[in-house]
């Protein structure tokens, strides 16, 4: 393994650039041992980036950046069992393509499927579910490199104190370098969705989450559309949609034709009234049955920044209300529809969900759209909830802030301050929101 040439990287979305000080793609965990150990040497810190799809500075390497690509083996499938033990560099998507050759699944994912498992599992990305949880929760054991070189495995069993730590630690106690998955059989999920009015949607969520194993929707601001999304699962068989309605909805409609509109409505705000009403009304109810991960995940090809915040599951109406006013009072012209998302509590120290039933409020802007003014005013409400910021979408929130709303906050420091005193995976990011 050798250092390559300097290079700036930048995510996803655009929003966060580094042109770090050195480049390096292990290729074994040793590999990364001895990256992490040489970059103490010099002085340096040392962060592995997944895809990019963080829109805060999560990933950001200044020293030296690790990139993923190198570690994406399969270690080993145990059908019997259900453990999966994967490199960190694997995509969800090749994971998920892994698991359903071998009969297997992941209980519960978020939309997208590009990250890395490691990336994904660092920030603690999470689906909507009444029963399943996040990633988090359906770790079994990592492997990771610790900041003094040394390699380590942790689990409920084995040092379990990391394990809680580490498993949506933000890469700050150490280089995950391995996941072993806990998954379960395959299973079909029909989906149902379907326009709805916002008061009815308000006034039915507490039904729709109690019936449903994966419920959420999306709010069309400025209007009164809604899209709900229902996900259960079915004996089958699988009947998904047909291949010139599947690139109808969720190629055309839900990308190729949106990119247009949110270029129309960057250049003309005043329009993205009208505009949110098309879109409303394009999307139409559907109902199909297909593989698990085909069901979760969907295509984005329009590019956005995201701030995404978990508040108690019991405040979620009201939340949205007053959410709803904001907008009657501030002119904000938001042509991103804003999502809804439900999830059981976690144990995982650092999970937005830890310790309370929780829901989820993401906002969206278009790439190019100016998004201060709107994410500051939706995270005053949020935060005067006891909102949780999610880890990986913007937020300007730090430790001083983040210590009153995570019970296990204090614990989570000391446990860095003893396995990294000198900050070798430190950036501005954890800086910001552990305190130094």
């Not at 498993?167 to 998955?181: F, H």
């Not at 009208?274 to 069901?295: I, Q």
């Not at 956005?304 to 979620?316: D, S, T």
């Not at 995570?406 to 552990?434: H, M, S």
């Amino acid at each position: 393994m050798s250092p390559v040439s300097t290079e700036k990287w930048q995510n996803w979305a655009g929003n966060q650039q580094v042109t770090p000080q050195r480049v390096e793609t292990p290729r074994s965990t040793e590999q990364v041992a001895e990256a992490v150990r040489r970059a103490a040497t010099d002085g340096r810190t040392v962060r592995m980036t997944g895809t990019g799809h963080s829109f805060t500075g999560a990933a950001v390497a200044e020293g030296v950046l690790l990139r993923p690509t190198g570690m994406a083996a399969v270690r080993s499938v145990d059908t019997a069992t259900g453990l999966v033990t994967v490199e960190a560099g694997l995509t969800l998507r090749a994971l998920n393509r892994l698991l359903d050759e071998h009969g297997l699944a992941l209980a519960n994912m978020g939309d997208i499927q590009e990250q890395t498992v490691a990336g994904a599992l660092q920030t603690a990305t999470h689906g909507t579910g009444r029963d399943a949880a996040g990633l988090a929760s359906q770790v079994h054991a990592l492997e990771m490199v610790l900041a003094d070189g040394s390699t380590v495995t942790c689990s409920r069993e084995e040092n379990p104190e990391l394990f809680d730590a580490a498993r949506a630690g933000v890469g700050a106690l150490g280089v995950i370098t391995a996941i072993t998955w806990r998954t379960v059989p395959a299973f079909l999920l029909r989906a149902q969705e379907q326009p709805m009015r916002w008061g009815e949607v308000l006034g039915r969520v507490d039904e729709f989450d109690d019936a449903n194993e994966h419920f959420e929707f999306y709010w069309f601001p400025h209007t009164d559309g809604c899209l709900t999304k229902r996900n259960n699962r079915t004996q089958g068989p699988a009947r998904p949609l047909p291949g010139v309605k599947a690139w109808l909805d969720d190629r055309f409609l839900s990308n190729t034709l949106f990119e247009g509109l949110n270029r129309i409505t960057h250049r003309a705000p005043g329009v993205t009234p009208f505009v949110n009403g098309v879109s409303a009304r394009a999307l139409g109810a559907r109902t199909f049955s297909d593989t698990s991960y085909k069901v979760f995940t969907s295509p984005r090809t329009v590019r956005f920044k995201e701030q995404e915040y978990a508040i108690a599951r019991e405040e979620l109406v009201p939340a949205l209300r007053e959410l709803r006013a904001l907008f009657e009072r501030r002119d904000w012209r938001i042509s991103f529809p804003i999502e809804v998302r439900m999830l059981p509590e976690e144990d995982a120290w650092l999970s937005m969900a830890h310790g309370r039933r929780t829901a989820f409020i993401a906002v969206h802007v278009y790439h190019r759209d100016a998004h201060e003014d709107y994410f500051g005013g939706v995270e005053e409400l949020m935060t005067a909830l006891g909102g949780r910021p999610h880890w990986g979408k913007l937020h300007t929130r730090d430790a001083s802030y983040l210590e009153t709303v995570y019970p296990r906050f204090g614990e989570f420091q000391a446990l860095r301050n003893e396995l990294d005193p000198e900050r070798r995976f430190a950036n501005p990011y954890t800086r910001q929101v552990f305190g130094d």
